[in-house]
Structures are given as structure tokens and as C-alpha cells.
């Protein structure tokens, strides 16, 4: 299943490297720059800026990949057919043009290369990176989650129309719709929140990693639940806003805090939150037994992933 090693010596190895980088450049340079121009002007498909976490996660990702270039180099080339086979797959799917294929194409071409150049080792060193490419590449999930966000909806809209109502407003809210003062404000599936959802549990996964708290459980499960629930409850305070601000006829806030840089602001804010559960879950201690069951864990929790 393997090839011969031709570029066994060290700078032969590292030409070869520089060679696939500059190919991937010219190949994927324009797709990136779609991806990157659609989530910071918001032009990019509705369901494709679900995946503007990606702002944060691909640069830190090629950091990462960075400072394992060392033990990268180490490895030994395996040259395996499987991943040649994805390299080809993802080429196939590159040349189609079509938006999903291409973007799915960047996936299988990053993991393909990785398997054919250096086998199953540099799937285990390159696992995290590789981990928040796949999930910041855009692609039609939302979408097909669209349809039943509607339980969603309607908590969000009762909740919100409860809060305002005991603020002294008059509400009234049937099923996705919240009336305050006469003004009605839907709220729509792509304001149920998956998008601040996706990118808590995103931005909560680099934390994790980049505080080495991965393999110190309980602590990622927890950081988990009250990720989920920071940005449930967040949206949830985020549409009752935009409620208030459309039904007291404050137009011009409702634009600035729906579709402006006040949404992002808010966001912000999210996951400075987020940032602080992380910063109270390193003050647990755990017990002597349970740091000698973490690092027996430690590789087996990495090959998983």
C-alpha cells in the first residue's frame, strides 16, 4: 500500500512540501477570499455565514499546523494510495465548480494530502487542526437544519414576549410572533440562534485546546453545557431586544442590532462570557487520582478525535 520514499533527505522533503503548499495556494486562494469577503460584508449566503467562525478558526488552524511543521518533518513519507485516492476525489469534486462540491473538495484535499504524505501519524498530529477546518468549511447544514428549529422559535418568541410583558409592554405573542404595541416582529428560523450556537461551541473547542483543558473531564463537558445554554439564553435577551426596539418604534437601533455591527458587538460579548466559564473551570483542582486517570487517557483521547 505504500510507495517508494524518493524524498527520504530533508530539504528534498521540504521542496516537496513548498510545491503542494503553492498548488493548494493557487487552487484555493480564491475560495478562501470568497469565504473571507462573504462573512466580514455579510454577502455571503444566509446559510454559509453560519461558518464566519471560521474567521478565527482557519488562521489559527495554519498556526497550529505551524508549529507542528518540526514534528511534521520528522515523519517519515508513506505515500499511501488511500489518501491518493481522496486527493483525486477531492480534484474531481474541485473542477465541478459547483459552490457546495468546491468547498466540500478543500476538506478532502487538506485530509487526503495529509494521510498520503505521512500516513495515520500525521492524521494524529494534524487532528485538532484538521478538526476546525472541517468545521468551518461552509456547507448546507443549516439549511437542512432549518426546518425543524420551529419548537425553537416559539420558546424564544413566548419567552421574549414574557420578559417584555412584565416589563410593562403590551405584548402579545402567537406561536413565532411577538406583537409589542401593535408593531409585530417574527422570529425566524435564522433567528433562532443556530448561527451563535455554532460558533460558541466553536470558538469553546479552540479554547479547550489552547488552555490544554481537552483531557481534563469533567471540564470540557461542562464548558459545553453552559456554552449551549450562554447562547440560548443570549439569543433569547438578543430578540427580546430587537422586539422592544421595533415595537417602541425604534427603528434605526433594530437595524443596527439586527443586520449592523451591533449584532456583532453582542456576539462579542457572548463569547467573552464563554471565555470566562473557561477562566472559572482552570480554578477547579483535580484530585491526585483523577490527574493520574487523565494522563492514562491522554494519546487514546487524541486518536479519537
Not at 136 to 142: E, F, Q
Not at 147 to 173: D, E, M, R
Not at 174 to 181: M, S, T
Not at 270 to 288: A, D, N
Amino acid at each position: 500500500m505504500e510507495l517508494v520514499n524518493q524524498f527520504s533527505p530533508h530539504k528534498q522533503g521540504n521542496k516537496f512540501n513548498y510545491l503542494i503548499l503553492a498548488i493548494l495556494a493557487v487552487m484555493y486562494a480564491p475560495v478562501l477570499w470568497h469565504w473571507y469577503d462573504g462573512w466580514l460584508n455579510k454577502s455571503i449566503g444566509i446559510e454559509h455565514e453560519y461558518f464566519s467562525h471560521g474567521l478565527i478558526g482557519i488562521p489559527f488552524a495554519s498556526y497550529l499546523v505551524w508549529l507542528k511543521r518540526k514534528p511534521w518533518q520528522k515523519l517519515s513519507y508513506q505515500f499511501n494510495y488511500l489518501g491518493l485516492f481522496v486527493v483525486a476525489l477531492a480534484g474531481v469534486f474541485f473542477l465541478t465548480g459547483v459552490s457546495e462540491f468546491v468547498n466540500f473538495s478543500f476538506t478532502l484535499m487538506i485530509i487526503g494530502l495529509t494521510y498520503f504524505l505521512k500516513g495515520k501519524q500525521g492524521l494524529k498530529l494534524f487532528w485538532f487542526p484538521l478538526l476546525l477546518i472541517i468545521l468551518a468549511v461552509p456547507n448546507s447544514i443549516p439549511y437542512l437544519i432549518t426546518p425543524y428549529t420551529l419548537w425553537l422559535q416559539k420558546i424564544i418568541a413566548g419567552i421574549s414576549g414574557f420578559i417584555l410583558f412584565h416589563l410593562g409592554f403590551n405584548v402579545t405573542v402567537n406561536g413565532i410572533y411577538v406583537a409589542v404595541n401593535g408593531r409585530l416582529v417574527e422570529v425566524a428560523p435564522y433567528c433562532a440562534g443556530l448561527k451563535m450556537l455554532f460558533t460558541t461551541l466553536y470558538v469553546s473547542l479552540i479554547l479547550l485546546y489552547w488552555r490544554d483543558l481537552l483531557n481534563q473531564r469533567p471540564k470540557p463537558f461542562i464548558l459545553i453545557i453552559m456554552a449551549v445554554i450562554t447562547s440560548v439564553m443570549g439569543n433569547i435577551i438578543r430578540n427580546t431586544i430587537l422586539a422592544f426596539f421595533h415595537g417602541a418604534g425604534y427603528d434605526d437601533l433594530f437595524t443596527w442590532f439586527h443586520d449592523s455591527w451591533g449584532g456583532d458587538v453582542y456576539s462579542a460579548l457572548t463569547l467573552g462570557v464563554i471565555y470566562l466559564w473557561v477562566l472559572w473551570l482552570e480554578t477547579w483542582q483535580l484530585t491526585p487520582r483523577e490527574n493520574n486517570h487523565q494522563e492514562s487517557e491522554v494519546e487514546e483521547f487524541n486518536f479519537k478525535f
